[in-house]
């Protein structure tokens, strides 16, 4: 048997194992070959005793970006695809993938449900796209993480979270605390539509301008301080 022979069964002695039933259905169930990948990633890495694939780790597999890495496992869990467990082994607590959800949907005798429409999936996207043109960067694994929590958790609308960044444009304070700092205080009032940020943001600069005013005012009433007694550290005796 020659080296070439010894290769190929070496190759072929570690194969990846998943249902087979996915290759044919995952189309019905609104999977593209993207998300497949990822899927099937997860998998291969579990199998090697990953039980929870970071976003880079996954990335370094395919040919997305760590940030496209985490929009696609964000959609997979709001599908009910795959879920993250608490796994707890000899008092060490630790997360890991299930994809129990996409197994039972895999195997299931009722209709699939219909695939995600793409225009809620691009104006999601864009979002971390905007962010990155107005910071003249890539956005960090946190950052994005950030953005994400927005999105699921806090379930603010893309349009509302647009309109966080332009008031931190606007205000010179671009930064992420400034942002979360405005999506709370609008989600503490209420406000769930641009057309509501855009009053609440009017009715805050109108309420600030008198208090700037008082403060220039009582700045000009100040007598200038004497600084001739203090000593000048810098100068050399």
């Known amino acids: 048997m020659n080296n070439n022979n010894l290769n190929y069964q070496k ?13 044919e259905r995952y ?15 997860i998998c291969f890495f579990q ?29 997979l869990v709001q599908r009910n695809m795959i879920q993250i467990d ?16 996409l197994w039972n949907l895999v195997f299931q005798e009722t209709v699939y449900p219909e695939p995600e429409k793409n225009t809620d999936k691009e ?16 956005l960090s694994p946190f950052e994005i993480e950030t953005v994400t929590l927005w999105l699921d958790e806090d379930m603010q609308p893309p349009s509302l979270i647009k309109a966080a960044l332009r008031e ?8 992420f605390r400034y942002i979360d700092r405005i999506l709370r205080e609008w989600k503490r009032k209420g406000v769930r539509s641009v057309e509501q940020a855009r009053k609440e943001s009017k009715s805050f600069h109108e309420n600030q301008r008198p208090a ?16 001739s007694v203090y000593y000048n550290w810098l100068e050399e005796d």
Request: charged share 20%.
């Open 27 to 41: 189309t019905a169930l609104g999977l593209n070959e993207t998300e497949m990948m990822v899927i099937l990633h």
């Open 86 to 101: 608490d796994v707890q082994d000899n008092a060490v607590r630790s997360q890991a993938y299930s994809l129990n959800g």
């Open 212 to 227: 700037a005013a008082a403060v220039r005012a009582e700045q000009q009433a100040a007598p200038a301080r004497d600084v």
């Open 168 to 175: 931190a444009v606007l205000m010179s304070k671009l930064n």
């Open 47 to 75: 199998q090697q005793g990953t039980m929870f694939p970071t976003t880079d780790e996954l990335a370094a597999r395919v040919t997305l970006s760590e940030r496209d890495v985490a929009l696609i496992l964000r959609k």
């Open 123 to 138: 104006e999601e996207a864009a979002i971390f796209i905007l962010f990155e043109q107005e910071f003249g960067r890539p």
């Open 11 to 23: 190759i072929l002695g570690n194969p990846i194992s998943f249902p087979g039933i996915l290759m």
